[in-house]
């Protein structure tokens, strides 16, 4: 089992460093936030340890805090990332578009 | 059940894979956020289908909980505030994973009928999740300004404490990986760590502070990867090690950016950035200045609705006038609007880059003179000076001692950024220090100015 997940953990960390090979710096900013909402998959940690039989009053206090906080990593990291990245759009270029035609 | 888990879960890591390809280009960028996105959501889905799975009630209690602070935190954050928001929800994220350790520690007896390899995983992610969680915070109250953004320093006692810390937090973790399960242990892993983690950052300027958070980022990614190892979920240890490794490369990838080390940064006290550095001093050798890519001068021109680009001897040595045209006649198809700003003594003679931009039939109305560009340089958003020096040079309005105070100047520094092709960072034809290339707004691209012409030209194409 061990032997498995450190083959799995060292090829996800290759395909990690191939991924990010060449970055313009304009992106540098919304990429990061969009790997810090990927980190937010230790939800899942939450919800397995949480969901699969925890006991004791402080333990789910504990889980209910880290299911939350997970979520707030996930579902404000995508957004966040989404809203960042609506700068990048084509803006209209209605008046530049006329004197084009003008001309 | 188990194995529709794990196919739900390649599926998940082949979407987050193919998202996070796609956020590395503009054209891409916002597709790819959302693919990523959907694959968490199906390895939450597949989560929840693991059978045994109980404690509805609290898991719905816990995913209400975080959307509803969430959400409403993400979309109503101004843009300005964007980084401080990065922060926050990865230093949540390092929070989360140092909880679970900690309830893993509570559930198992002190890791004791599990295998080393599961204490010593869960430990790890207990102290790294703890290091980001603070560490995030202080990088979020210092941008936020609850906390001063100026580099805080307990002086020379700052080394030796940083390491007793960490001794304390690793000591604790040995003494509960050879078989102790004191609760305190545990809590004093945790805070053991999260003192380093405060102690770390605190010390640290603002100006270096979005690699410090992609720094924790990548921290959070590889605490995530360790939890996954422990709790035998691949999602974990998948998505969390991918993060690890780009958040590492990216981290690089800014620091290089910015002209600054992660070793210097980390070690921190005087990250004060460019403002504090560039202080008036004559002796400039050593001061900061930005550097940038062909790519990225293409896209910063791509977005803009107004280039200027200010010719000067460099583009007439490197004769890149044809190279210049090509760019610009790019631009305009995208709807750009190009101008280029003709400082009257720009190269060696009076209207030698009207005859070279002529020669490469550039429209004739688009030459302005220099009185004409400095009115329209505050409404121009990327300024592109190409082998131009002391026409620029802000010196010369503001330092009555330098040689060419009085000169009228193309006023580039006006404009919303602005962007330097130069073979290097040697000064002039005035042989004097230009604090343009020291401003904020400055990014410089370095190299041949036809070659870095070519570069851009290659890359709008792309774009």
């Known amino acids: 089992m061990l032997v498995q997940s450190l083959a799995i953990l060292v090829l996800a960390g290759f395909v990690g460093f191939a991924v990010i090979s060449k970055v313009p710096n304009t992106l540098h900013t919304p990429l990061m936030s969009g790997t810090n909402a990927i980190h937010g998959i230790v939800l899942l940690g939450g919800l397995i340890v949480l969901g699969l039989g925890a006991e004791g009053v402080l333990n789910k206090v504990l889980l209910v805090i880290a299911i939350a906080f997970g979520t707030i990593n996930v579902v404000g990291g995508f957004l966040v990332t989404d809203r960042m990245l609506a700068m990048f759009k084509e803006k209209p270029k209605d008046s530049a578009n006329a004197k084009g035609a003008g001309s | 059940?188990?194995?529709?888990?794990?196919?739900?879960?390649?599926?998940?890591?082949?979407?987050?894979?193919?998202?996070?390809?796609?956020?590395?280009?503009?054209?891409?960028?916002?597709?790819?956020?959302?693919?990523?996105?959907?694959?968490?959501?199906?390895?939450?889905?597949?989560?929840?289908?693991?059978?045994?799975?109980?404690?509805?009630?609290?898991?719905?209690?816990?995913?209400?909980?975080?959307?509803?602070?969430?959400?409403?935190?993400?979309?109503?954050?101004?843009?300005?505030?964007?980084?401080?928001?990065?922060?926050?929800?990865?230093?949540?994220?390092?929070?989360?994973?140092?909880?679970?350790?900690?309830?893993?520690?509570?559930?198992?007896?002190?890791?004791?009928?599990?295998?080393?390899?599961?204490?010593?995983?869960?430990?790890?992610?207990?102290?790294?999740?703890?290091?980001?969680?603070?560490?995030?915070?202080?990088?979020?109250?210092?941008?936020?300004?609850?906390?001063?953004?100026?580099?805080?320093?307990?002086?020379?006692?700052?080394?030796?404490?940083?390491?007793?810390?960490?001794?304390?937090?690793?000591?604790c973790a040995v003494a509960i990986a050879a078989g102790v399960s004191s609760e305190w242990l545990i809590i004093g892993v945790l805070v053991a760590s999260a003192l380093f983690g405060l102690m770390v950052v605190l010390p640290i300027g603002g100006a270096d502070m979005p690699v410090v958070i992609s720094l924790l980022n990548a921290m959070t990614g590889l605490s995530a990867a360790a939890m996954g190892l422990a709790l035998d979920n691949t999602a974990l240890i998948v998505a969390g090690m991918i993060v690890g490794a780009s958040g590492s490369i990216l981290t690089n990838l800014m620091a290089k950016a910015m002209n600054r080390s992660i070793p210097a940064i980390i070690a921190g006290g005087f990250g004060g950035g460019p403002a504090a550095a560039g202080g008036g001093t004559g002796t400039g050798e050593a001061r900061p200045v930005r550097s940038t890519s062909a790519a990225d001068t293409a896209i910063q021109m791509a977005y803009a609705s107004r280039v200027v680009v200010v010719p000067g001897y460099g583009m007439a040595v490197a004769q890149a006038q044809h190279a210049v045209r090509e760019m610009a006649d790019l631009l305009e198809s995208k709807g750009i609007e190009v101008a280029y700003a003709i400082h009257p003594v720009a190269g060696r003679m009076p209207g030698h880059m009207n005859v070279l931009l002529a020669e490469a039939d550039v429209p004739y109305d688009q030459l302005k003179e220099m009185d004409e560009s400095n009115s329209q340089f505050p409404q121009t958003d990327v300024a592109l000076v190409?082998?131009?020096?002391?026409?620029?040079?802000?010196?010369?309005?503001?330092?009555?001692?330098?040689?060419?105070?009085?000169?009228?100047?193309?006023?580039?520094?006006?404009?919303?950024?602005?962007?330097?092709?130069?073979?290097?960072?040697?000064?002039?034809?005035?042989?004097?220090?230009?604090?343009?290339?020291?401003?904020?707004?400055?990014?410089?691209?370095?190299?041949?100015?036809?070659?870095s012409v070519g570069d851009i030209v290659e890359e709008l194409k792309n774009l």
């Open chain 2, 386 to 451: 190409i082998g131009a020096n002391d026409v620029t040079n802000p010196a010369a309005q503001s330092d009555p001692s330098s040689p060419i105070y009085g000169m009228p100047i193309l006023h580039v520094n006006a404009s919303r950024s602005v962007i330097v092709l130069k073979r290097s960072m040697s000064s002039g034809f005035a042989g004097i220090e230009n604090e343009l290339f020291h401003d904020p707004k400055t990014s410089m691209l370095f190299g041949d100015a036809k070659a």
């Open chain 2, 1 to 171: 059940m188990t194995t529709v888990v794990s196919l739900l879960y390649i599926v998940s890591f082949a979407l987050f894979i193919y998202g996070l390809m796609g956020l590395t280009g503009p054209r891409t960028a916002v597709r790819g956020n959302w693919i990523a996105a959907v694959g968490m959501g199906l390895a939450v889905i597949a989560t929840l289908l693991l059978p045994g799975m109980g404690n509805w009630w609290l898991i719905a209690l816990g995913i209400v909980l975080g959307t509803v602070v969430g959400v409403p935190a993400a979309r109503k954050v101004k843009m300005t505030a964007m980084p401080q928001m990065v922060a926050l929800f990865n230093g949540v994220g390092g929070g989360a994973v140092a909880l679970i350790a900690w309830v893993e520690f509570r559930t198992t007896d002190g890791y004791a009928h599990e295998p080393l390899y599961v204490a010593i995983a869960s430990l790890f992610a207990a102290i790294v999740g703890s290091i980001s969680f603070w560490g995030s915070n202080v990088a979020f109250g210092k941008l936020q300004e609850l906390v001063p953004s100026k580099p805080i320093t307990i002086g020379r006692l700052q080394q030796p404490l940083n390491a007793v810390v960490v001794v304390a937090a690793v000591a």
